[in-house]
């Protein structure tokens, strides 16, 4: 006689990774739009359509989630391997740099959308966690990106001056994205721009304001109103 016995049916692994990917989805879309104090596991629990257990058993707690939300959102915008693969390429630096506005330009309005807005709110207003996320996610991009641009501008790497240069360099494509995304006459002219001739415009943007700041920095040339 066979002594099959019945097997316990089991999630399946992938079915554990949907789940896991509709939590975030689900809680950084509300995060972004509500803010953190606002927003409860038993909220992201209800539009996820999922138990409060599965948040739990997933990322052990509120924090933990708020957490893999904000690690999650800073990698659509910028994932390390992605940069790795850049400035590891046998590109100059000035191509380097124009594959680096491509891919930050790369994401679409939706994909972006609640990982721009939610990070801007943990800049402007940062919680407890972001000290995590910065060491986590941001520091170690930063060691990828500052080099590539100290090249390019003659600043040394860890000058503060380079440092300082960067909200000029992803802002404009955070905006795009953002602005992009609605249905104004700018968002239409945005969105049927070639790709390559906005990478040459930003790339354009952002050397002429690393060459100036480099020519301030070494004493040359002093920044307009001054």
């Known amino acids: 006689m066979s002594d099959a016995r019945p097997r316990k049916k089991r999630t399946s692994r992938s079915d554990g990774d949907l789940t896991r990917r509709t939590i975030l989805e689900t809680a950084g879309e509300m995060f972004s739009s509500a803010g953190l104090a606002e927003t409860t596991n038993k909220d992201i629990a209800a539009r996820a359509e ?13 924090a933990g989630l708020y957490q893999a939300v904000l690690t999650e959102a800073h990698r659509r915008i910028a994932d390390r391997s992605d940069l790795e693969r850049i400035v590891g390429s046998d590109l100059s630096a000035q191509g380097k740099l124009k594959e680096l506005l491509r891919f930050l330009l ?72 953002l602005v992009g995304r609605g249905d104004s006459p700018l968002a239409e002219e945005l969105n049927s721009a070639p790709r390559d001739a906005l990478v040459e415009q930003l790339y354009c943007y952002t050397v002429g304001g690393l060459e100036a700041v480099s020519r301030w920095h070494r004493g040359k040339d002093t920044p307009r109103g001054e």
């Open 50 to 62: 999922v138990d409060i257990a599965s948040i739990n058993y997933h990322f052990v707690n509120r």
């Open 106 to 177: 790369g994401g679409t309005a939706r994909e972006l959308q609640w990982p721009l807005i939610l990070l801007g709110r943990e800049i402007l207003a940062p919680t407890t966690h972001f000290a995590i996320l910065q060491q986590e996610e941001i520091l170690p991009k930063l060691q990828l990106v500052l080099p590539l641009l100290s090249e390019i501008s003659g600043i040394p790497a860890d000058d503060p001056v380079l440092l300082r240069c960067l909200p000029s360099i992803a802002a404009p494509c955070a905006l795009i994205a």
